[in-house]
């Protein structure tokens, strides 16, 4: 088993000195730190054994994602999209959990941005991303509406006491997209945008319970894709800081 060594090492002097991880334009620059709850991005942070990822570092430093069982490990894919490196589960096996040291506060609003892409496999009810209030909160189901035209519908499901919100596949298209789920009042339904276009209402039942974060999974039900990059922030995005954040994505990966 090898650690990357050198990206432990280098992600620590970026949060040290500060430089394109925190630089004007980054997720670090256009979020408040008392709302930063995750970043995780593939060329940072990442522990490899072999070819497969055992472990991603929050940037922000608050609470990792790992894989102990290396047939589960996502597969480190260093051209994934656009030359940029992602996490791939492309034989429905792969996945890491995790969990935010500081969780999203109860009642309070939330924003996701998650960019990647999404393929056919897995269970009926997949998800490239669930954050859910305790651990083994299963996604079985969705209380909100599919999108159609292979694009994605934003997900709630209060399953054994614990809230579910997730970004859900209902037919995937192959194709990168940036991603956005967020819940914009804690009495409305929550809102799905993707590649920048709203969806609507696609959470039927949207809340935050205490101790949202106590786990995060990603690939949820064998959902086989890409994941380059996401972003949790407490709060809701202002209209500023959602056009940097998609300018940010915009910038980094190409078309969104």
Not at 194 to 212: D, E, F, K, P, W
């Amino acid at each position: 088993m090898g650690t990357a060594l050198g990206d432990h090492v280098s992600l620590r002097l970026r949060r040290a000195l500060g430089t394109d991880l925190c630089g004007a334009g980054t997720p670090t620059a256009i979020i408040p730190a008392s709302e930063r709850r995750a970043w995780f991005r593939a060329d940072q942070g990442i522990t490899l054994n072999g070819s497969t990822v055992s472990g991603w570092a929050n940037i922000w430093g608050n609470g990792d994602l790992a894989q102990a069982t290396a047939a589960n490990q996502p597969v480190y894919t260093a051209s994934a999209i656009n030359g940029h490196p992602a996490l791939t589960n492309a034989d429905s096996v792969r996945t890491m959990t995790g969990a935010l040291t500081t969780k999203i506060a109860s009642g309070a609003r939330w924003w996701i941005w998650i960019y990647g892409r999404m393929v056919a496999g897995g269970a009926a009810n997949r998800y490239l991303l669930t954050v859910t209030a305790a651990t083994g909160g299963s996604p079985y189901g969705r209380s909100g509406t599919s999108a159609t035209g292979g694009r994605v519908a934003a997900g709630v499901h209060n399953g054994g006491g614990s809230f579910t919100n997730a970004l859900f596949a209902s037919a995937p298209d192959g194709k990168p997209h940036l991603y956005e789920v967020g819940l914009a009042s804690t009495a409305q339904p929550g809102v799905g945008f993707v590649s920048g276009s709203n969806l609507g209402s696609t959470i039927a039942s949207a809340n935050t319970s205490a101790n949202m974060g106590t786990e995060i999974t990603i690939f949820v039900n064998s959902l086989n894709g890409d994941v380059c990059e996401w972003i949790l922030k407490e709060g809701l995005p202002t209209a500023a800081q959602q056009r940097a954040l998609r300018q940010y994505f915009r910038t980094r990966y190409g078309d969104i």
